[in-house]
């Protein structure tokens, strides 16, 4: 099936610090998404990217749509100890259906103070 | 808002024993997706609707059974559960069509383990 390369798979970084994770893929999205999905929860979308080479802010959070259309990073500047959690990156292939996401593995963020 | 609603949270089956967890959406979405996460390997699209009476499979759909009667529900059926089916399970409903209707809501999930 179809991969998405996520990573790197997790970070332990220092509160006040930037932090970036970038997907890449095989084929070609026409959507990435970012998603956060906290200990016993599920995924809430952060930011959504539909063109080559957007680049989207929300707060904190930047991601950018990849010009090639296969790649997106997710950069969170000056962290703080709420951005923990795992960060997955989601895809749209072109001929897939909006129900029909792929998910990277995940980064798992940790904040210390 | 209730948005996307799983029962139950917690489940433990027998090898073998039939289960269905329920999901409901209230956004009046076209498209219902269930996915299971396993560690270390991302969220991976079990079976998906694109509108009431009309389901189709994903990436793992084998032990799984679907039905869309309505647009709010979309249960998901284990006949015979095994322990490879030990995971957790999440239910989501997108709008559809292009663009922002892309965008899908998660529900909080249902954490299975099959003894």
């Known amino acids: 099936g179809q991969q998405l390369n996520q990573s790197p798979q997790s970070m332990f970084i220092q509160e006040g610090e930037d932090v970036s994770m970038n997907c890449t893929s095989s084929?070609?999205?026409?959507?990435w998404l970012w998603y956060k999905q906290d200990p016993g929860e599920g995924p809430v979308l952060l930011i959504a990217l539909y063109k080559a080479g957007e680049l989207t802010s929300n707060g904190r959070l930047t991601a950018q749509f990849g010009i090639t259309r296969k790649d997106s990073f997710l950069n969170i500047s000056a962290s703080i100890p709420s951005d923990v959690g795992i960060y997955f990156c989601a895809g749209q292939l072109r001929t897939g259906t909006a129900s029909k996401l792929t998910f990277g593995t995940g980064t798992r963020l940790q904040v210390t103070l | 808002n209730a948005g996307v609603t799983q029962t139950p949270k917690f489940q433990v089956l027998k090898t073998g024993q039939s289960m269905t967890l329920q999901c409901a959406q209230d956004?009046?979405?076209?498209?219902m997706s269930w996915y299971r996460q396993d560690p270390g390997m991302g969220l991976r699209l079990i079976h998906y609707s694109v509108g009431a009476g009309i389901t189709d499979q994903g990436e793992v759909p084998n032990g799984y059974n679907v039905s869309r009667s309505t647009t709010e529900d979309f249960p998901l059926r284990l006949l015979s559960a095994a322990p490879s089916q030990t995971s957790v399970y999440f239910c989501?409903?997108?709008?559809?069509?292009?663009?922002?209707?892309?965008?899908?809501?998660f529900g909080a999930g249902t954490r299975l383990s099959v003894l």
């Open positions: 084929s070609i999205f026409n959507t």
């Open positions: 956004m009046n979405h076209e498209y």
């Open positions: 989501a409903s997108s709008r559809g069509s292009r663009g922002s209707g892309n965008i899908q809501y």
